[in-house]
C-alpha cells in the first residue's frame, strides 16, 4: 500500500464540502429507505445529475452516502410498519415487526442499526484488504456454477416456509411464475402478456415487493375492524431503552450469527446481478436453519434482525469489489456509480488501481466515514421513527398508501405499476390470510429467472449438454449441497411431523 496515496484519499474525503455532501447523502437516503416504494437505486439516479458540478470526490461521496443510507434505512419501516422500505430489508419484517408489536420496537431498531453499521464497515474493511483476488475467483464463475447456486439457495425456500412447506414450496413456484411474466431470457420471446404491451417488460420487484408487503398489511390492517383497534401496537417503554437495547451477553451470543451473515451478504454482493435482496433471506434462512430453536423465528427474536441487516448492508462492499477491480457493477446501485464514474472520465478495473490509487482509497474512506454518520443518524432518530407509532392508524396508512402508488409509478413512470400493485395486494392478502409465508415468493421470483437464465445460457455453451453442470466442481457442490439441504428438510420435517402426533 502506497502511504502517499492513502493519505491523499484521506484528505479528499474529508474535505468539507465532501463531508456535507457525504452527510446530505446519507440522511436523504435514510429518507428513501424508509418509504415504501423508494429505493437506494432510485435515490442514486435522481441525484446522479448534481454530481456534474461536483469534483470526483465530492460527487463519489454525496452517491456513496445515499447508497448506504438507503439500504440500511430500509430496516425503519420494516421494523415500524412491516412494510420493507427495500428489497434488501424483506427479512427484517419477519422478526423485527413482532419485536415492535410487544412493545420492543427501540431494541428491534437499536439492533437493526448497530448490525448494520458492522455489517457495512467489516465489508468496506475487505474492500480494502481482498478486494483484488475475490473478484478474479468470482470472474470466473460461469453459468453452469451461477445456476448450481440459484438451485442451491432455492432449497432454502423449506427453511422460510417452516412448518408449511407444501405451502412454502407453491409459493415459491408462484413467485416463479410471476417472475416469467415477459420476454424470456436469452431469446426475448414474449411469454404470458396475452396480447399486452404492458406486461411485455414483465413485473418488476420493486411494484411486486410494495403489493405482497404494503398494500397487503394495509388491507389485513383494515380486516380486523372498524376504528383500526387491531392495528394498535404495545406502546414501547422507552425508560428502559439503554445504548442500542442489547445486552453483552446477547451481543456474545449473535457473533456465530453476524460471521456467518457477513460472508454470505459478502459473497452475495460480489456476484455480480444478485445483491442484498437476495442476501438478507438467504441469510435469515441460514440462520434459522443453524438455530437451537428454529420455531422461535418469526416470533420476534434478534436473531432474525441480526441476519438480515448484516447481510445486506455486507452486500454493499461486495458489491463495490467487482466494481472497482474488474469494472463490473455487482448490482443496480454500483451499476449507476459506474456511470458516475465514467462521466468523471474514469474506467473501473485494473487499471484504475495504477492510474488513480488515490480514488480507490478515498472510495474506501468515503463508505468508511459514510457507515459512521449513517449510525450516528439513525440512532439519534430512533426516538423519533418510534413516534410513528402513535399515528392514528387512520391517517397513517392512507399517507402509506399514496406513498406506495407514487413508489410504483416511479419506478417506470408506468400506470401499469400501479395497478399491478393492488393485484397483487389482493393477492398477498388472501395468501396471508390463508396462511401461505409471502418470503419463498420473493426468493422465487429473484432466483428462479437466474437459474433459468444460467441453465439456458449453460446449454448453449455445452451445446445441449448437462454434464458440465455436474463435472465442474464448483457447480458440483453447490448441486451436491442442494441435495444434502432438500433431504435435510424432508428428514426435519418428518420427524416434526411425528414428535406432533
Known amino acids: 500500500m502506497d502511504i502517499t496515496n492513502i493519505l491523499a484519499g484521506l484528505s479528499a474525503v474529508l474535505d468539507p464540502v465532501a463531508l456535507l455532501m457525504m452527510l446530505a447523502g446519507v440522511i436523504v437516503g435514510i429518507i428513501f429507505g424508509a418509504i415504501p416504494g423508494l429505493s437506494a437505486t432510485m435515490a442514486v439516479a435522481l441525484f446522479l445529475p448534481v454530481t456534474y458540478t461536483l469534483a470526483t470526490t465530492q460527487g463519489i461521496s454525496l452517491l456513496i452516502g445515499l447508497y448506504i443510507g438507503a439500504i440500511s434505512g430500509g430496516l425503519i419501516s420494516a421494523i415500524l410498519l412491516r412494510i420493507p422500505g427495500t428489497p434488501s430489508s424483506i427479512a427484517t419484517c419477519f422478526d423485527g415487526h413482532p419485536m415492535a408489536q410487544r412493545g420492543e420496537a427501540g431494541k428491534a431498531l437499536g439492533i437493526g442499526i448497530f448490525y448494520s453499521f458492522l455489517g ?33 439457495s432455492l432449497t432454502l425456500i423449506g427453511s422460510l416456509a417452516s412448518k408449511a412447506l407444501v405451502k412454502g414450496m407453491i409459493s415459491g413456484v408462484l413467485g416463479f411464475m410471476i417472475a416469467t411474466i415477459g420476454v424470456a431470457p436469452v431469446d426475448a420471446y414474449p411469454r404470458f402478456t396475452f396480447g399486452l404491451t404492458e406486461l411485455s417488460g414483465g413485473i418488476d420487484i420493486l411494484p411486486l415487493m410494495i403489493g405482497l408487503f404494503a398494500v397487503a398489511e394495509i388491507l389485513s390492517t ?79 427474536i434478534i436473531d432474525g434482525v441480526v441476519a438480515s441487516e448484516t447481510a445486506n448492508n455486507a452486500s454493499i462492499g461486495g458489491a463495490l469489489i467487482p466494481l472497482l477491480t474488474l469494472g463490473i457493477p455487482g448490482d443496480t446501485v454500483t451499476a449507476i456509480l459506474l456511470g458516475g464514474l465514467t462521466i468523471k472520465g474514469l474506467t473501473p478495473g485494473p487499471m ?28 439519534g432518530g430512533i426516538r423519533a421513527f418510534i413516534a410513528v407509532l402513535k399515528i392514528d392508524k387512520k391517517i397513517l396508512l392512507p399517507v402509506i398508501m399514496v406513498l406506495c402508488v407514487v413508489g410504483a409509478y416511479g419506478t417506470n413512470n408506468r400506470i401499469f405499476d400501479v395497478w399491478a400493485i393492488f393485484l397483487l395486494g389482493l393477492l398477498g392478502f388472501g395468501l396471508s390470510y390463508l396462511d401461505f409465508s409471502l418470503s419463498p415468493m420473493i ?59
Open 222 to 300: 383494515a380486516r380486523k375492524g372498524t376504528g383500526l383497534e387491531g392495528a394498535t401496537i404495545s406502546n414501547p417503554d422507552m425508560k428502559k431503552l439503554r445504548g442500542f437495547g442489547f445486552s453483552m451477553a446477547e451481543f456474545l451470543s449473535q457473533i456465530p450469527n453476524f460471521i456467518r451473515s457477513f460472508l454470505i451478504g459478502l459473497g452475495i454482493g460480489i456476484l455480480p446481478g444478485i445483491g442484498g435482496g437476495t442476501s438478507n433471506l438467504l441469510s435469515y434462512a441460514a440462520a434459522k436453519n443453524s438455530s437451537r430453536h428454529p420455531e422461535k423465528f418469526g416470533t420476534g
Open 352 to 379: 484504475l488501481f495504477r492510474t488513480n490509487a488515490d480514488l480507490i482509497y478515498a472510495v474506501f474512506f468515503a463508505c468508511i466515514v459514510a457507515n459512521f454518520m449513517m449510525l450516528v443518524v439513525e440512532f
Open 120 to 152: 457495512g464497515l467489516f465489508s468496506f474493511i475487505a474492500l480494502l484488504v481482498i478486494a483484488p483476488p475475490l473478484a478474479k475467483i468470482a470472474l470466473k464463475f460461469s453459468p453452469f456454477e451461477y445456476f448450481s447456486i440459484a438451485i442451491f
Open 443 to 501: 426468493l422465487g421470483f429473484i432466483l428462479g429467472p437466474m437459474a433459468e437464465q444460467n441453465l439456458r445460457r449453460g446449454l448453449m455453451f455445452s451445446r445441449g449438454s448437462f454434464l458440465p453442470f455436474i463435472t465442474r466442481p464448483v457447480s458440483l457442490i453447490f448441486l451436491l449441497t442442494a441435495a444434502g439441504s432438500i433431504i435435510f428438510t424432508v428428514i426435519k420435517n418428518g420427524r416434526e411431523d411425528v414428535n406432533a402426533r
